[in-house]
């Protein structure tokens, strides 16, 4: 039996069918309606102090659950501030539902208050967006942009709803069965490829698993736990596919790329055989293209058939759910393992031999001093403490690097982080919708003193909301990534890098109503760390480090993963 009811609730009726129990948003005053009906409705609504990290807070809802996240803004600014989120969510393939409201159908294109093109403007930075023209339609288009959003390569979709469909009257049946026919997926492999790729990898004798956000999202970690034991391969997990193979486990070398270890590195560079598992062989983890893994076949597997063969040709491409596939390779490594496993078996000893000895000749290890906090120091005590348990949201910057090189990560959806876009001031408002998700989990936000300053407003949202993050300002007074290029590729020109002023962090955090503190001394972080933890709510911690400290290894752009810069350049004229 249909019931009658507005365009406002039939929206929060199809949410409540998706399963969504919260929402990030700003209302408007297009969006009047809708926030009339969420006032006495079960959907929580977090009011975040930007439509940007409105989008933010929602992909840490998603990025540390696996489930769609959900926010929602007015008509003209507030949609558009929405799209630094959409594009940022595109790039790193996180399901997200974005709800947008919009003049009345009849002021369409007349330049009303508030109005602007948001289906026009977001067509490029969702992987769906639509346009609701009839109240009729408005249930379908729902659960089509929640199944767009998160099946396939995962990605965010937008829904921009008039306001007269908002208040517009309708008799509303729930929505039974999704016809999508020009959206299929192919989810399980080619039965011979997957056969092919099991001989490959059994022939390889320089074999190196490549697994990325791509293993995240399907849920495959186990999968890939299976393949790389059963190959005793190692195996390198990208910025995006951190904890995909646990930190701790004995086969798990680093990430790779331009902050990469120098194992990860080398060994993805001399390898025979890629065997790349949902990644996208980015240009940050490849450098000079043409000088990337030059012996090696590769082995593609992602359920994005755009990808494969897009910047690396594909000796043999699975088109399919990592999950799926990974299941089915396995099943065929063990049923070839008898009459193969032994073939390769001194090269494989010495491959591994290789690889342990260039983890040990160039370790990725903190440095400390009896004088200043270095970086690395403090995302040591971090990782201390979050014993490859905690969910790390970062910024973007050499914090970010320092985190993903330094901290473990022991299980997916804990490392949340603006991979592909590299949005500052991603960290704070991620860490809110993280915290959100998982209200009993230890969530840290590392961030540098450029990203916080970019969601500092956010602070009123976690006080709010109550909600214990704990948040560590690494704080070297400059745009540390931007200065170190400026260092080593600009002849130390420091243009517009300096942050020359930093808001005292006991009386911010007082301002807002939660404690802060600013640490200068190596000898008192550990205790201010553990005093951030023990708060039972937010805590602010400003730890000043080293300001000159520099991210190695690193390969400068255009160089070959092969060519790191393993530590600071001495300068011209100065000998040993």
């Given at each position: 039996?249909?019931?009658?009811?507005?365009?406002?609730?039939?929206?929060?009726?199809?949410?409540?069918?998706?399963?969504?129990?919260?929402?990030?948003?700003?209302?408007?005053?297009?969006?009047?309606?809708?926030?009339?009906?969420?006032?006495?409705?079960?959907?929580?609504?977090?009011?975040?102090?930007?439509?940007?990290?409105?989008?933010?807070?929602?992909?840490?809802?998603?990025?540390?659950?696996?489930?769609?996240?959900?926010?929602?803004?007015?008509?003209?600014?507030?949609?558009?501030?929405?799209?630094?989120?959409?594009?940022?969510?595109?790039?790193?393939?996180?399901?997200?539902?974005?709800?947008?409201?919009?003049?009345?159908?009849?002021?369409?294109?007349?330049?009303?208050?508030?109005?602007?093109?948001?289906?026009?403007?977001?067509?490029?930075?969702?992987?769906?967006?639509?346009?609701?023209?009839?109240?009729?339609?408005?249930?379908?288009?729902?659960?089509?942009?929640?199944?767009?959003?998160?099946?396939?390569?995962?990605?965010?979709?937008?829904?921009?709803?008039?306001?007269?469909?908002f208040i517009a009257q309708a008799h509303y049946q729930p929505v039974k069965s999704i016809h999508l026919p020009g959206y299929?997926?192919?989810?399980?492999?080619?039965?011979?490829?997957?056969?092919?790729?099991?001989?490959?990898?059994?022939?390889?004798?320089?074999?190196?698993?490549?697994?990325?956000?791509?293993?995240?999202?399907?849920?495959?970690?186990?999968?890939?736990?299976?393949?790389?034991?059963?190959?005793?391969?190692?195996?390198?997990?990208?910025?995006?596919?951190?904890?995909?193979?646990?930190?701790?486990?004995?086969?798990?070398?680093?990430?790779?790329?331009?902050?990469?270890?120098?194992?990860?590195?080398?060994?993805?560079?001399?390898?025979?055989?890629?065997?790349?598992?949902?990644?996208?062989?980015?240009?940050?983890?490849?450098?000079?293209?043409?000088?990337?893994?030059?012996?090696?076949?590769?082995?593609?597997?992602?359920?994005?058939?755009?990808?494969?063969?897009?910047?690396?040709?594909?000796?043999?491409?699975?088109?399919?759910?990592?999950?799926?596939?990974?299941?089915?390779?396995?099943?065929a490594l063990r049923e070839l393992e008898p009459e193969m496993a032994e073939t390769k078996s001194a090269a494989r000893i010495?491959?591994?031999?290789?690889?342990?000895?260039?983890?040990?000749?160039?370790?990725?290890?903190?440095?400390?001093?009896?004088?200043?906090?270095?970086?690395?120091?403090?995302?040591?005590?971090?990782?201390?403490?979050?014993?490859?348990?905690?969910?790390?949201?970062?910024?973007?910057?050499?914090?970010?690097?320092?985190?993903?090189?330094?901290?473990?990560?022991?299980?997916?959806?804990?490392?949340?982080?603006?991979?592909?876009?590299?949005?500052?001031?991603?960290?704070?408002?991620?860490?809110?919708?993280?915290?959100?998700?998982?209200?009993?989990?230890?969530?840290?936000?590392?961030?540098?003193?450029?990203?916080?300053?970019?969601?500092?407003?956010?602070?009123?949202?976690?006080?709010?909301?109550?909600?214990?993050?704990?948040?560590?300002?690494?704080?070297?007074?400059?745009?540390?990534?931007?200065?170190?290029?400026?260092?080593?590729?600009?002849?130390?020109?420091?243009?517009?890098?300096?942050?020359?002023?930093?808001?005292?962090?006991?009386?911010?955090?007082?301002?807002?109503?939660?404690?802060?503190?600013?640490?200068?001394?190596?000898?008192?972080?550990?205790?201010?760390?553990?005093?951030?933890?023990?708060?039972?709510?937010?805590?602010?911690?400003?730890?000043?480090?080293?300001?000159?400290?520099?991210?190695?290894?690193?390969?400068?752009?255009?160089?070959?993963?092969?060519?790191?810069?393993?530590?600071?350049?001495?300068?011209?004229?100065?000998?040993?």
């Amino acid at each position: 039996m249909s019931s009658l009811m507005n365009g406002a609730r039939i929206l929060l009726d199809c949410l409540v069918q998706e399963g969504v129990e919260v929402i990030f948003g700003y209302p408007g005053g297009v969006t009047l309606p809708l926030y009339d009906a969420l006032y006495d409705h079960p959907i929580r609504h977090v009011l975040v102090r930007h439509e940007q990290n409105a989008a933010f807070a929602a992909q840490g809802f998603a990025r540390s659950t696996g489930r769609v996240g959900v926010c929602c803004a007015t008509s003209g600014p507030g949609a558009t501030n929405l799209v630094t989120g959409l594009v940022d969510a595109l790039l790193d393939s996180i399901p997200l539902v974005a709800i947008t409201g919009q003049v009345s159908n009849k002021l369409i294109g007349t330049d009303a208050f508030q109005e602007a093109d948001t289906f026009g403007i977001t067509r490029s930075c969702t992987k769906h967006n639509y346009l609701v023209k009839d109240i009729a339609e408005l249930p379908g288009i729902i659960h089509e942009a929640f199944y767009i959003a998160s099946s396939g390569r995962p990605g965010p979709v937008l829904v921009d709803i008039p306001k007269d469909i908002f208040i517009a009257q309708a008799h509303y049946q729930p929505v039974k069965s999704i016809h999508l026919p020009g959206y299929k997926l192919v989810l399980d492999g080619h039965a011979g490829q997957i056969r092919r790729a099991a001989q490959m990898m059994w022939e390889a004798e320089r074999p190196m698993v490549y697994a990325g956000g791509g293993i995240i999202h399907s849920g495959a970690h186990q999968e890939l736990r299976e393949l790389v034991e059963i190959l005793d391969a190692p195996a390198v997990n990208t910025l995006m596919g951190l904890g995909a193979l646990p930190g701790s486990h004995p086969n798990f070398i680093s990430m790779p790329g331009m902050h990469g270890s120098y194992a990860a590195n080398m060994g993805m560079y001399n390898t025979d055989l890629i065997i790349a598992l949902g990644v996208r062989f980015d240009d940050r983890v490849t450098g000079r293209l043409k000088d990337f893994a030059p012996y090696a076949k590769v082995i593609h597997v992602d359920i994005d058939p755009a990808e494969i063969g897009k910047i690396r040709a594909a000796d043999l491409p699975i088109v399919g759910d990592c999950a799926r596939v990974l299941r089915k390779v396995n099943k065929a490594l063990r049923e070839l393992e008898p009459e193969m496993a032994e073939t390769k078996s001194a090269a494989r000893i010495a491959w591994w031999k290789q690889i342990r000895e260039w983890k040990a000749e160039h370790p990725l290890e903190p440095v400390f001093s009896d004088t200043e906090i270095k970086p690395q120091h403090l995302v040591a005590e971090i990782n201390r403490l979050a014993d490859g348990k905690a969910i790390v949201c970062s910024d973007v910057g050499q914090h970010q690097m320092w985190a993903a090189q330094l901290i473990r990560y022991d299980a997916p959806r804990l490392w949340l982080n603006s991979g592909g876009l590299g949005s500052m001031g991603f960290g704070l408002p991620s860490a809110l919708g993280a915290q959100v998700a998982c209200p009993d989990k230890l969530v840290f936000a590392i961030l540098g003193d450029g990203g916080f300053q970019m969601s500092l407003p956010e602070l009123s949202t976690i006080v709010a909301e109550r909600l214990p993050v704990k948040i560590i300002v690494m704080n070297n007074g400059f745009l540390g990534m931007v200065r170190q290029w400026q260092t080593l590729f600009f002849n130390n020109r420091l243009s517009a890098t300096t942050m020359s002023s930093f808001p005292n962090a006991e009386h911010l955090g007082a301002a807002f109503g939660m404690p802060g503190r600013t640490v200068k001394s190596p000898a008192d972080l550990r205790g201010a760390l553990e005093d951030a933890v023990a708060e039972p709510g937010p805590y602010l911690l400003n730890v000043e480090v080293s300001p000159f400290e520099n991210v190695y290894p690193m390969v400068p752009a255009g160089g070959a993963i092969n060519e790191m810069v393993l530590s600071q350049p001495k300068p011209v004229g100065v000998s040993e």
